[in-house]
């Protein structure tokens, strides 16, 4: 366990460094990891975690528009490596707020950084713009200074603040993946991984995942399945508005929370260009070029679908079935090369 760097109000991890990141969750097991001596990209995380997938769930509704998700629920990339690497993970929650957070500081005393989940409504260093009620939010706290904590989170490029009371709101908000207080960091890591076995596991579960779903609206089939629903979008008996509103939704969930299906799709070609490195096997190295060509593809779906939603010409509209398609058969590709 690293010192704890007491100076006056000042209680901070000493050795801490801030790194940014792609993804929260990613990043912050990523840093904690490298904190406690296992030195693993954020790509490396993400793919031995086995966290690449597809959903668009019609039955599930987040603000009254289907949930479509580019990647696996809040919490699997912690309990994939935990599963994959042997990593001995601490877990707690909290009944109580003031119990939460005088538990927090005794880790900051302690000299351990400690990954929380968190509200993204309540951090204050958010632009207001950017706060919504999305409760598996993931960061980093590694010191505090009177009141203030001092906050590594991976996806701003700076170290950053946030006080006492509004971090505690941020742990205890309600709703839909509430993290009432969870606090996590890691026990005890291994010494020495066997990267490539463990690569090829993981792999494994996500080709089987995206390519031989027995649901539609999981993996490769429910990127189909989104393509024929935005294909018969336009025979829906809804007005414009509703149309626009759909497409909004598919693109924000890419695009605003997390690093959605382009960013996502980028990490995992990152991640098997590694894995080429590891095995010196070639068909990682071609796997994540086509992976990079998918992730080109959902960038170009959501400027084309960003367009239709800005301007509401019903003629752009055409376009985002086709697109879609597209991404599904190069994801086939990409995986198909792997196993």
């Known amino acids: 366990m690293a010192a704890a760097l007491q100076t006056g109000d000042l209680h901070c991890v000493e050795g801490f460094v801030h790194r940014h990141a792609a993804h929260c969750e990613s990043g912050v097991m990523a840093q904690l990891l490298g904190h406690a001596g296992l030195e693993l990209s954020e790509a490396a995380v993400f793919g031995l975690s086995a966290a690449l997938t597809f959903a668009h769930l019609p039955m599930v509704k987040v603000n009254e528009q289907p949930l479509t998700s580019y990647r696996m629920p809040p919490g699997q990339i912690v309990r994939g490596l935990e599963k994959r690497l042997g990593i001995g993970m601490r877990r707690q929650r909290y009944r109580h707020p003031v119990e939460a957070m005088t538990a927090l500081d005794r880790h900051i005393d302690e000299g351990r950084p400690v990954g929380l989940q968190t509200s993204v409504y309540w951090l204050p260093y958010f632009p207001e713009d950017m706060r919504f009620h999305f409760n598996a939010h993931n960061l980093i706290v590694y ?30 908000a309600r709703g839909p993946f509430a993290p009432r207080g969870l606090l996590y960091y890691p026990e005890r890591v291994p010494e020495s991984p066997d990267y490539a076995a463990i690569a090829r596991r993981a792999i494994r579960r996500t080709t089987m995942m995206m390519r031989y779903s027995p649901v539609p609206w999981i993996g490769i089939r429910g990127i189909r399945y989104l393509a024929r629903r935005l294909e018969k979008l336009p025979h829906r008996r809804v007005d414009d508005r509703q149309r626009q509103l759909f497409v909004a939704q598919v693109i924000r969930m890419q695009e605003e929370i997390g690093t959605g299906g382009g960013g996502f799709r980028y990490l995992y070609a990152a991640f098997l260009q590694e894995v080429a490195e590891w095995t010196g096997d070639e068909r990682f190295s071609q796997g994540a070029e086509q992976m990079a060509r998918a992730a080109d593809g959902w960038r170009a779906f959501a400027l084309a679908g960003a367009r239709y939603v800005k301007s509401g010409d019903a003629s752009l509209l055409a376009e985002l079935p086709e697109r879609v398609r597209e991404c599904a058969a190069l994801e086939r590709q990409a995986l198909g090369k792997l196993w």
């Open 143 to 172: 010191g505090r200074e009177g009141n203030d904590y001092l906050i590594s989170d991976p996806v701003f490029e700076h170290p950053v603040r946030a006080h006492r009371t509004a971090l505690m709101k941020a742990r205890f």
